[in-house]
Every structure is written in C-alpha cells, then in structure tokens.
C-alpha cells in the first residue's frame, strides 16, 4: 500500500482502533447507557407489573444479551469495517450467500428509525435542564409538574424545538470525529451520572416510599404477566445493551486484537444493567411516595425526577446537572446509532464525514416529526391497533427489528463463520469449552428469541390475517 493509499485509509476509519480496552469499554458503554436506561425502563417496567418484568429483563440480558454482544463484537473484530461491508466480506470468507450483506442493511435502517425518535425524547430532556435551572419547579407538587410536562408536550412548536437541538448538537459532534471529543466527554460523564444517582437514591430512601418500591420492582407477582411481556422485556435487553443493529459490530471493528472479548462484554453489560435498576430504584419510591401512576408511560421520568428535586435543597442546581447528564448519556448513545450508516457511507464512496452526518441527521429529524406529531396533533391516530406512529415505530424497532438483526448475528457468527476465525477471536481453546459456548450463544440465545417471536406474534399476526 503507497502512503497516500494507507493515509486515506486511516482517515475512513479502517485500521483505526480504541487506545485501550477500556475506552472500547467506556464508548460501548456510553452507546449502551441512555435514554434506555433512565427513561424507558422505568415506565415499561412500571406499565408491565415491576418484579415479573424485572426479572425476564436479567434473564434476557444475561441468557440472550451478553452472548448476542459477544457475537456482535467479535464479527466486527474479524471484519474490520462498517456492518455492512463485514457482512459481506464474512459471507464470502464463510462461503455463505452475499444475501448477509442485507443484515448490515437492516441495521442501518433500524438505526434510523431509533434515532429519529431517540431525538425527540433527548430533545425533552434538553428543555428540562432549562426548565430546572429556571426554578419552574421550586415547590412544586406532583399535579403541577404534570401538568407542566403534559402542557409541554401538547406544543409542537416546543418539541420541534428541542429536537432541533438536539440533533444539530449530535450531527456536529458526529461530523468532527467522535474519538476525541466523546472519549473525554465519557471519562467525566460516567462517574459523575454515579454520583447524582446516588444522591438521588439517598433521597428516595428517604421519601417513605422506598418499601413499596422494593416489594414493586422484586416481588414476583406471575399474574402481571402479558403474553407481550415476555417480547417487551426481551427488546428492552436488545435496546439498552444497542444491539441488533450493528452498533457494536462498527464499534467492535476498533477493539484491539489482544482485548479479550467475553470480559469487556460481561462488564459493559453488568455497567448497562446497574444504571437501569439504579434509576428504577430512585424513580418508583418518589412514585409511591405521591400517589403518582406507576403506568403513566413516556413521561414518568420527566414528572417524578423535577418533583424530587423540587423538594431538595438547591434541587435546581442538582435538577439543572442531572438533565444535563441524561442529555449527555443520549448524546453518546444517538452517535453509536448513526454509526453503522455513517461508516458505510464514507468507506464506500470515501464521502466527507461532515456531509454525510449532515445528511443522515437532517433524513431522521424529517422523520422525528412524526413523533412530535404523536404526542400531540397526531395522538388518537393509530397505525395499528392502539399504537400511534411514536408507539408503533418504537415497538417495530425495538421488539422486533432489533431482535431479529441479533438472533441472525448469533446464528451466522456461530455456525457460519469458520469455527477456527470464532475460537481465535474469542481466544477458546479448550473443545468443551467451546461446545459450551456454541450451545450458550447458538442455540440458547437465538431460538430464545425465536420461540418469543412466534409465541408473542403468531397470534397476532393470525388474528391480523384472519386464520
Ligand atoms: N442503548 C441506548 C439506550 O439505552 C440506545 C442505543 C444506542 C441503541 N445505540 C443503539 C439501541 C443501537 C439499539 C441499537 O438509550
């Protein structure tokens, strides 16, 4: 390769690598840690009966999660580009149909269905640091800070707004180059969400609502359980950990060789994990604690989080920093999702990064409205069945689309990808220890999903059908 050739290639992102196993560790984490985490766990597990949720959520995570991720990263190592040119590339070297490449496919297209709505919700979180800093909830009581927020989302204008922003911030950090400027802002971010967690945990053990919170989110009460319950917190485990997509496949394509995969996953899974039960644990008590509805949907966190701090000394500096951090957690996460796309697109028409971002980002605002729509003008019109165009595009891409990318991901990197490039990746050497895992992440983990799928939609789709 000439000079000019490998300077070329450098600046695409080919050959570029994390500078540790710990900032592999640190980026898929802050992928991993988002809006997932501290708003949507808590309100579907809230809307789907606590324990019971809870728990097929850790079983997800651990049975089917962390071996998907595993699978995920290691294609991406041994591929060594954007998903959707490691699928095609590893199809040939496993002998298999190019008919893979449509996998990387899917992925990008499911990134930005995510991404459009993703940016919405960030966008309220934007507008929540303002309104705290502001003092708008300085006293307030539980029915004034819903009525705030429902007053909030009844105005496109104001959402419209704060996506903007949101998205702007996001196609800029992604235009410039995400190493730098995301690893820095991760080392500082990370510990100091830890911390106001903390804060807010010692003031939620204190609220009085704390027991039932326990007994809500532990006890296992069977009789709460739907038969969508089970896909529910399955696509839960796909969302919070960013997988299904190629996400990690593009961010695994920069681990370094000696990294050894099934720890880093274990960690970045077990860091994902604590922060969702963390927020669950903060978030329900303050519930309990003023007669709010544990059902409420989208916006539990945005109503129980300003009552907390409105009630705590300086709870407008506290309130102001931690908005702040979950904006920051969005940011981190809404980067890995365009990801997969930007990478493809710049390795296969050596396209400006800036260009690119621009344009996948203005592509999934367009598409936002939408969900701006759905909290408002939009509201009673649904696509199908009781989901307006937010509800039926996050259960599209959440419980299935991602599901579904990640059972294929597990299938080919178990039984078609050559077992020797597996082994090497995952540095197995012992026989046993390999049918172990082959049986963990190629038959556990994707008939899993598969056997969810047709339980949860085969009714659905035969009554759709008329049988
Ligand atoms: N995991 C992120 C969250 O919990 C969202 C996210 C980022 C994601 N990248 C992804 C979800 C890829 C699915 C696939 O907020």
């Known amino acids: 390769m000439t000079n000019s050739e490998s300077t070329s290639a450098a600046s695409q992102g080919v050959g570029q690598r994390w500078s540790s196993r710990w900032l592999f560790i640190l980026a898929a984490a802050g992928s991993a840690v988002g809006l997932g985490n501290i708003w949507k766990f808590p309100y579907i597990a809230g809307e789907n009966g606590g324990g019971v ?16 991720m595993i699978s995920e990263v290691l294609l991406g190592r041994q591929g060594r580009s954007s998903p959707i040119h ?45 309104l705290s800093m502001s003092g708008a909830f300085a006293g307030a009581d539980g029915a004034s800070v819903g009525a705030t927020f429902d007053a909030f989302l009844a105005d496109p204008w104001a959402l419209v707004f704060y996506q903007t922003l949101f998205m702007a911030l996001t196609i800029w950090i992604v235009g410039r180059g995400v190493t730098r400027g995301i690893e820095a802002a991760i080392r500082w971010f990370m510990p100091l969400l830890f911390l106001l967690l903390l804060v807010l945990f010692i003031y939620s053990l204190n609220s009085g609502g704390f027991a039932q919170d326990w007994a ?25 950990l960013s997988l299904g997509m190629g996400t990690m496949m593009a961010y695994g394509a920069y681990v370094p060789e ?71 957690a969005a940011i981190t996460s809404a980067i890995s999702l365009t990801e997969p796309a930007l990478s493809y697109l710049v390795e296969e028409y050596n396209a400006k990064r800036q260009r690119v971002a621009l344009s996948l980002g203005v592509i999934c605002w367009l598409l936002g409205l ?43 990197a178990m039984w078609l990808l050559p077992k020797e490039l597996m082994y090497k990746q995952l540095g197995i050497t012992n026989p046993a220890v390999g049918w172990a895992w082959r049986i963990l992440a190629g038959v556990v983990a994707p008939v899993g999903v598969l056997v969810v799928f047709v339980s949860t939609l085969w ?9």
């Open 459 to 467: 009714p659905v789709l035969a009554s759709l059908l008329g049988l």
């Open 258 to 328: 000696d990294a050894n995969l099934g720890t880093t996953v274990v960690s970045i899974a077990a860091l994902d994990t604590f922060i969702a039960i963390a927020a669950g644990l903060v978030i329900f008590p303050i519930v309990f604690a003023n007669g709010l509805e544990v059902g409420q949907g989208p916006g539990l966190t945005f109503v129980t989080l300003p009552l907390a701090f409105s009630q705590m000394p300086f709870g407008e500096v506290f309130g102001g920093i931690f908005f702040l951090l979950i904006s920051f």
């Open 370 to 412: 939408g969900t701006v729509f759905s909290f408002n003008i939009w509201s009673d019109m649904m696509i199908v069945g009781d989901l307006n165009f937010f509800g039926f595009l996050d259960y599209l891409s959440q419980n299935i689309m991602l599901p579904l990318g990640g059972m294929l991901i597990a299938f080919f």
């Open 53 to 68: 949720f809870v728990a097929i959520y850790l079983g997800c995570v651990a049975a089917v999660g962390i071996p998907i």
């Open 86 to 130: 490691t699928m095609r590339s590893l199809s040939q070297c496993a002998g298999a149909s190019g008919r893979w490449t449509a996998l990387g496919w899917l992925g990008v297209v499911t990134g930005f269905l995510i991404l459009s709505y993703y940016g919405v919700i960030a966008g309220w979180t934007l507008h929540y640091v303002w």
């Open 216 to 240: 809500f989110m532990f006890d296992l009460k069977w009789d709460a359980v739907s038969s969508d319950t089970v896909l529910i917190a399955m696509g839960q485990a796909f969302f919070t």
